[in-house]
Nanobody
């Protein structure tokens, strides 16, 4: 049974930090590109960051560059997103997703193989 389970969300003040984790099971994690998406109320889902299977290629949304860092631990089959200097506009439900594709394709967000259920991130001003 395939599972992607996000954790680490919560309520934080503007300027604070959170570290999201996505624990994967049930598929060959180190063969998959994996990434983070977010969706705020009333807004479309957007790709935040993604990383290829080896960790050598990454993508970051312009608005989070320099503040967020994606990483993966293939031995622990876990994806991470370190979020620093959080802003109220980062408030959203954050989802992880995995696909046998490249970061350029995964960030389109269509027809991906696996999705997690999401974790809420709320940044207060």
């Amino acid at each position: 049974q395939v599972q992607l389970v996000e954790s680490g969300g919560g309520l934080v003040q503007s300027g604070g930090s959170l570290r999201l984790a996505c624990a994967a099971s049930g598929f060959t994690f180190d063969a998959y590109t994996i990434g983070w998406f977010r969706q705020a109320p009333g807004k479309e889902r957007e790709a935040v960051s993604c990383i290829n299977s080896s960790g050598g290629s990454t993508y970051y949304l312009d608005s989070i560059k320099g503040r967020f860092t994606i990483s993966r631990d293939n031995a622990k089959t876990t994806l991470y997103l370190q979020m620093n200097n959080l802003k109220p506009e980062d408030t959203a439900v954050y989802y992880c997703a995995a696909d046998l594709s490249t970061p350029a394709w995964l960030r389109v967000g269509l027809g991906l193989d696996y999705w997690g259920q999401g974790t809420q991130v709320t940044v207060s001003s």
